[in-house]
């Protein structure tokens, strides 16, 4: 069974810098892009970051610049680094990965059970 195991997080204040990372485990083929998510209270949840398994990135205006996007192919992990961060960074913020399960022909969305960021003022 796959999963996606999420760690990091936890509260900071304004201008501060969190890591947020994303292991894949379970009967896994390959995978191919990994992304973050982030939901903030009454909100939709919207695209933080994605990163291709040959390690193009792709980043929301909102997060240009402060945010950086990286993976470990081997270890099947995509991780977040969250510098000058806002109040309104604050959310949950969920990883994602697009992967083949083993057996399996077909890419399937798998996502994180989602982590609190909160950045106080």
């Known amino acids: 069974q796959v999963q996606l195991v999420e760690s990091g997080g936890g509260l900071v204040q304004a201008g501060g810098s969190l890591s947020l990372s994303c292991a894949a485990s379970?009967?896994?083929?390959?995978?191919?892009?990994m992304g973050w998510y982030r939901q903030a209270p009454g909100k939709q949840r919207e695209l933080i970051a994605t990163?291709?398994?040959?390690?193009?990135?792709n980043y929301a205006d909102s997060v240009k610049g402060r945010f950086t996007i990286s993976r470990d192919n081997g270890k099947r992990t995509v991780y977040l680094l969250m510098n000058s961060l806002k109040p309104e960074d604050t959310a949950v913020y969920y990883c994602?990965?697009?992967?083949?399960?083993?057996?399996?022909?077909?890419?399937?969305?798998?996502w994180g059970q989602g982590t609190q960021v909160t950045v106080s003022s």
């Open positions: 379970g009967s896994i083929l390959s995978t191919n892009i």
């Open positions: 990163i291709t398994s040959g390690g193009s990135t």
């Open positions: 994602n990965a697009d992967l083949i399960p083993f057996g399996g022909v077909r890419l399937i969305s798998y």
